[in-house]
DNA sequence: TCGGAGTAG
DNA sequence: TTTTCTACTCCGA
């Protein structure tokens, strides 16, 4: 199990873009601050989140560049997503973010550990294709590629050393021959893509996205066993190495609970309620608490993590969850790449936005944009706004079609701390009314900013006047305009991903592979962690969506006979919050959508039907 | 289902 | 330490 974590990845690509810039110190601008730096700029000073301001006086000769359009960072992390998930089996890759990917090598390594010579270890190849033993790359197996945590005292001759170590601990061996997939994957990358990342090789997200921070950029770490401690005088390298950290360091646990554990551990301040907001006397970053002391603290468990960080509010067996992930502990899974998002927001700040003319213009701005990404994510075929091909032009757009249909739609804003007589309000929160999305915004025929206009009157701005009824003096800081809530349109089965039953098996006999459950009796209490929320949802979905619906358009006894499809548009028929506005009827033939039947036809004019 | 909170990159 | 543009998950009502 690995983690790449492409470094400075919007700085990079820019570089993989104009290779010059890579000796250059290079900051990424967003708004008025630098959201991120090459390591050329870092050497010289420069930090992520600075303001520009300030980076220029430390660094008069730093290359800015603006990187408020998201879109190339996008489309670059989702090129080297497919590059790597062309070497990993049965598809185990997981994007975090634009710039970190999962990866759950299990398979591979478990195949390649079967193939291997232990009379030739210097002279292994590692197998990366079932089919063709010839795909590949040599290695030495003799020993571990890369650091190590801890690190490695062998001496530089360590073959009589290594090789008998490696084989009596199957894990010792499955993390060596992981280290040399890493080695080889970051080669690829830089060779093949222009991109350095830094990797972690353990057996679990969670350490494995820790072990890739001890050496950055460009290397990679793999967490050495033992996993479980040798006897009950003795560490187990996970906690050693999780006990260095500190403790807002470790994924999961963000400033909140930060704030909170410090304050029982600093203060040990028994008053402190589990739900008392942090006041500005919260504890800032002089003193520092490691998972360490933490996990040594006076009656320290689950069940005080809970006392401490439980409450309304906090997530189920919070304790449980913390404890867990202090002593190293992580479940979770590599989820496989998912076709749709979830959701998909836009969103702008501006120094104060308070006219209702400027707050209207905003909105078409963000709704243009939304739209847009609705069609570059959320439908497939061959469509291109700009350039088409007069004579291919019908059959462009017949094949354009909504892979999925979003029912909500969100505004959301964050007004400007009132800044009244020198307290600082804490009130930076974001405040969302929802309403449903209106069908006529997925009519791919209509021109872009006259969908966003209409929209926007009418549909967001009502919600805006529902988010502030005064008439102006709202201080707004930020508009967010977003969609969720997505219902998948009927599959053009094929290679329609993450919905394939098979390989949810596929999945679950991987999950049992031994060698990756972390055990032991510091852990004991926190075995099925998440078993429960995360098994879930794949197969919710799979079994609703996994019957192929209409590889063409259907004839209409099709439609009313696909039980699954009603069921789709029985929840899609969402009920309109003012009332007005919920003449629903069928959902159209061929994009799904639902119309009332007086506008049927003149919906289905949208269409170009092939036959 | 909605709206908010928390976390992450 | 609140400055950027997102995206996901969880909770209570």
Known sequence: MRLQDYDCFYASVFEAENPVLKSLPLAVQQKQIIATCNYEARRRGLKKLQLVREAKKICPDVVIVLGEDLAPFRDASKQLHAFLRAFIWGDRVERLGF?????????????????????????????????????????????????????????????????????????????????????????????????????????????????GNVHKPSNQTTLLPPYVAAGPEEESNITRFMDAHEIGKIPGIGYKLVNRLKAHILCHDSDVGPHETPTRTSVTDNNKVTVRDVRCFANMGPHLLEKILGGPGSSRDIGTKVWGLINGVDTTEVHTARKIPTQISIEDSYGTL??????????????????????????????????????????????????????TLRLSTRTRAPEVNGTRNHIFNRVSRSAPVPRFLFNLDENVDALAERLVHESILSMFRKLHPERAGWHLS??????????????????????????????????????????????????DLQSASTANSEWDEGK???????????SPAETSTDDVFADDM??????????????????????GTLVPHFASAAHELYHTVPE
């Open 99 to 211: 710039d970190e990917v999962f990866l759950d090598v299990t398979e591979m390594i478990e195949y390649n550990v079967e193939l291997l010579n232990a009379h030739d270890l210097l002279h292994s190849f590692f197998h990366l294709d079932k089919l063709d033993p010839t795909v590949g790359f040599a290695f030495d197996a003799t020993k571990f590629s890369g650091p190590t945590f801890p690190p490695s005292t062998d001496s530089p001759v360590c073959i009589e050393s290594c090789f008998p170590k490696a084989f009596e601990d199957p894990l010792r061996l499955r993390l060596l021959l992981a280290s040399h997939l890493a080695r080889y994957l970051r080669d690829q990358l830089e060779h093949q893509k222009g991109y350095t990342a830094s990797v972690g090789v353990s057996t679990s997200k969670l350490l494995a996205k820790l072990a």
């Open 354 to 407: 308070d006219t209702f003319d400027a707050v209207r213009k905003a909105l078409v701005l963000l709704a243009a944009s939304l739209i847009r990404r609705m069609r570059a994510d959320l439908t497939e075929g061959e469509r291109d706004d700009n350039k088409q091909a007069d004579e291919n032009k019908s059959s462009s757009i017949k094949r354009t079609r909504w892979l999925a249909h979003p029912r």
């Open 478 to 527: 930020l508009l967010n305009v977003a969609v969720t809530n997505m219902v998948e349109t009927a599959g053009e089965s094929k290679h329609s991903n993450g919905r394939d039953i098979g390989k949810m098996f596929q999945q679950q006999e991987t999950n049992l592979q031994p060698w990756k459950v972390i055990d032991g009796d510091d852990h004991s209490t926190v075995h």
């Open 544 to 554: 609703l969506h996994a019957a192929p619906r209409f590889p063409h358009a259907p």
């Open 570 to 591: 029985a929840d899609a028929a969402w009920e309109d919050s003012d009332g007005e506005d919920s003449t629903w009827s069928d959902p159209c033939r061929f994009c």
